[in-house]
């Protein structure tokens, strides 16, 4: 008999964390040109606009 039939339901004793895209957050949208542009991109390599670093 396998074990899965006969077992009691699991408890969770913490909750699942929501998935998570690191590629996601790892672009922003250039005021400029509305391209993507990595987050420490000083410049966009779009339009050459000059881009600010915000600490989060």
Not at 5 to 31: G, H, K, V, W, Y
């Amino acid at each position: 008999m396998s074990r899965t039939r006969n077992a009691r339901p699991r408890i969770r004793l913490f909750r699942r964390r929501p998935a998570d895209d690191l590629l996601e957050r790892s672009f922003r949208t250039c005021p400029g040109c509305a391209n993507d542009v990595h987050v420490f991109a000083e410049v966009c390599r779009h339009c050459g606009g000059e881009l600010e670093l915000f600490a989060s």
